[in-house]
């Protein structure tokens, strides 16, 4: 258990309640606060129970998910502010899961995928989502409010008509005529509201605001519209403990790994970039490991509670901060008004019109989309503008995991190109060696830049003793060092001398033959391109 888990659970990570530096917990930011969880346990509701039909689940299931997930994380998570709660991202995936095997069969992957998602934390390896580029933030962030926009569009769709194929929701009947112009005009209202209301009042969050006059006006002239229960009854009662009836074998092992892997992915890269993205508007930074450790246990939780599992949701998220939530109030808030409404309260949030939440949900589209990156798709490097693009089409065709990762290989691809491509040398005699030629290589050498390195020198032409300089390079990897050590045998074939100069400490002791030709001075550097060396194998790894 990491130090920052501890501290959560003692207490410590409760001084997030204050709300920056200087600023306490008053009881005007506890209205706002439980105001805020109130708008998001309203947007809760219909996005549970859609993401529950994709994975072929009872609605409950996705209900309790985003109740547990959601008070879990919120309590232990690493960004006060953040909510969690089943999403279509990991619904998607857990799908033919359930059509192949059961429910259960859900219940024990999820357990599973949260073990593996503290594992993560405790090794915190969740600080490697620091090299996922902005390039690749903003194509997830406009991918994922295009994701968030289509996922809406069901709700335009006659209730009951839309049916579950195996392989998520699919079919039904669009609105049309008088139905369909009612809807638009009531997703219009609410979003007017939304707009209006700050440049009013800050006392409701604008969002809760445009949800309670809309759905106000809806209940008292009668307006035939879809309602929240006309997707399904939100009523049941509290989770129960229950172990997945599965045989605990080897072959359910088989069968739940590979699921439970792709869904500890997913809710990770997710929830991590969530946690940036919260984090740069509240002005917050840190908390990835506590983050993965509190999104594992609410997982492992949720499986122990026949709940379908759950990550961070940007959109919800988005809601949370733009009507005020800053602290872990918030998100506590919005967990037991969930449970809430569907313990006492959803005969009443049944009537609720699925109008508002759609006009709350597209709010939060125009919100969460990067515009400005339309902006300056011109003007930053052309590999940056195509990693913006790429990411946003894979997140909407695929997942958010393949789009992450495809955006963070072809950046790096296109980085090591871009430096391969940056070694050259400046050619000069030397100044202490009579007759000799210095090489002063600049840029870094390192496997794609091996070619061009090779092809700078020429010892048939060369005079008899030749200088190579690494002050302005850094010499990266294994195949840097065979480089070096090819670049000596051929000057050696020659019958010329060669010395290296301003090489680490390390590649003296690295280089085998060539290391014989080093020059040493008081200035070599100090890096390291090995932490580990592997003399009977001649393998090397690690590395900066």
């Not at 005007?28 to 996005?47: K, M, Q, S, Y």
């Not at 519209?225 to 403990?241: K, M, N, Q, W, Y």
């Not at 037991?336 to 006009?359: H, M, N, Y």
Request: charged fraction near 15%; hydrophobic fraction near 55%; aromatic fraction near 8%.
């Amino acid at each position: 258990m990491t130090k920052s888990l501890m501290a959560a659970i003692a207490g410590r990570s409760f001084g997030d309640f204050d709300i920056a530096a200087g600023e306490k917990l008053t009881a005007g930011r506890l209205r706002i606060e439980l105001l805020a969880g109130l708008t998001v346990a309203l947007a809760l509701v219909p996005e549970a129970v859609a993401f529950a039909f994709v994975a072929g689940v009872h609605p409950l299931v996705g209900l309790y998910a985003a109740f547990l997930v959601g008070l879990i994380t919120a309590v232990l998570g690493g960004r006060p502010g953040m909510i969690s709660g089943a999403t279509g991202a990991l619904a998607v995936v857990m799908v033919s899961l359930v059509a192949t095997h059961g429910v259960e069969y859900l219940f024990a992957t999820v357990v599973l995928m949260g073990l593996i998602q503290i594992f993560v934390g405790v090794m915190r390896w969740a600080k490697f989502i620091r090299l996922v580029p902005h390039p690749v933030m903003l194509g997830f962030v406009n991918g994922l409010a295009i994701v968030i926009f289509l996922a809406q569009l069901t709700q335009f769709k006659v209730p009951g008509t839309v049916v579950n194929t195996g392989h998520g929701m699919s079919g039904g009947e669009w609105l049309s005529g008088t139905p369909l112009m009612i809807m638009l005009a009531l997703v219009a209202l609410t979003m007017f509201i939304i707009w209006a209301m700050p440049k009013l009042t800050n006392l409701i969050p604008a969002p809760l605001a445009g949800i309670g006059i809309v759905a106000i006006i809806v209940i008292a002239f009668g307006i035939d519209v879809p309602r929240v229960g006309d997707l399904a009854s939100i009523e049941g009662g509290l989770p129960t403990f229950h172990i997945p009836m599965v045989p605990l074998n080897f072959e359910t092992l088989q069968i739940i790994l590979p699921y439970a892997l792709i869904l500890a992915a997913i809710g990770l890269i997710e929830s991590l970039l969530t946690l940036n993205l919260v984090g740069e508007i509240v002005n917050k930074r840190g908390g990835a490991s506590q983050e993965s450790i509190a999104q594992g246990i609410a997982n492992l939780v949720t499986g122990f509670f026949s709940g379908m599992g759950g990550c961070a949701m940007i959109g919800q998220s988005m809601i949370n901060v733009k009507s005020g939530g800053r602290t872990r109030i918030a998100g506590i808030a919005a967990a037991l008004f969930l449970l809430l409404f569907i313990v006492v309260a959803s005969p009443l949030i049944e009537q609720i019109p699925l109008a508002a939440l759609v006009g709350v949900m597209f709010m939060v589209v125009i919100g969460t989309f990067a515009w400005n990156s339309l902006k300056i798709m011109t003007k930053v490097p052309l590999t940056d503008a195509f990693v913006i693009v790429l990411v946003t089409v894979v997140t909407v065709l695929t997942d958010l995991a393949i789009a992450v990762v495809v955006g963070v290989i072809v950046s790096a691809l296109a980085y090591a190109w871009q430096n391969a491509t940056r070694i050259h040398a400046i050619e000069r005699p030397s100044e202490t060696e009579a007759g000799a030629k210095v090489y002063e290589i600049q840029g870094p050498l390192f496997f794609g830049s091996t070619d061009g390195f090779s092809e700078i020198f020429h010892p048939e032409d060369d005079p008899d003793t030749v200088i190579v300089d690494f002050k302005a390079s850094r010499v990266v990897d294994q195949s840097a060092l065979t480089a070096i050590e090819a670049l000596a045998e051929k000057y050696e074939a020659a019958g010329k001398r060669i010395m290296l100069r301003h090489l680490s400490r390390d590649c003296h002791q690295l280089l085998t033959k060539a290391g014989q030709l080093m020059v040493d001075s008081d200035d070599d550097p100090d890096y390291r391109i090995a932490v580990d060396y592997s003399v009977r194998t001649g393998i090397l790894s690690g590395g900066h």
